[in-house]
Nanobody, 127 residues
Framework: QVQLVESGGGLVQAGGSLRLSCAAS????????MGWFRQAPGKEREFVAA????????YYGDSVKGRFTISRDNAKNTVYLQMNSLKPEDTATYYC????????????????????WGQGTQVTVSS
């Protein structure tokens, strides 16, 4: 059973930074792509970022490009989301996600690419 546990959320002022972490267990972490999504109240879950199983490819949603960076540490079974220049519109619950497909080498587009989800961590950006 794949388990994903997010941490690092909190309250930050606009312009500030946060780093989210997602610890994975239950299968060989280094074989699978990972992603981050977010969902604000009343809105659909939005793709934020993804990283390939090797870490060699990364993908970002348009609203976070240039501000957020996804990375992974396969030795620690952890994926990170560094969030800089935060805006009030970044306020949401952030979810870690894992691909079902080992060694997938294609592009990541959205929810359909991921089969496992964490419980989420809240990020609130004050103006």
């Amino acid at each position: 059973q794949v388990q994903l546990v997010e941490s690092g959320g909190g309250l930050v002022q606009a312009g500030g930074s946060l780093r989210l972490s997602c610890a994975a267990s239950g299968r060989p972490f280094s074989s699978y792509g990972m992603g981050w999504f977010r969902q604000a109240p009343g809105k659909e879950r939005e793709f934020v970022a993804a990283v390939s199983w090797s870490g060699g490819s990364t993908y970002y949603g348009d609203s976070v490009k240039g501000r957020f960076t996804i990375s992974r540490d396969n030795a620690k079974n952890t994926v990170y989301l560094q969030m800089n220049s935060l805006k009030p519109e970044d306020t949401a619950t952030y979810y870690c996600a894992a691909d079902r497909r080992p060694y997938y080498s294609g592009r990541y587009y959205g929810r359909g690419d991921f089969g496992f989800w964490g419980q989420g961590t809240q990020v609130t950006v004050s103006s």
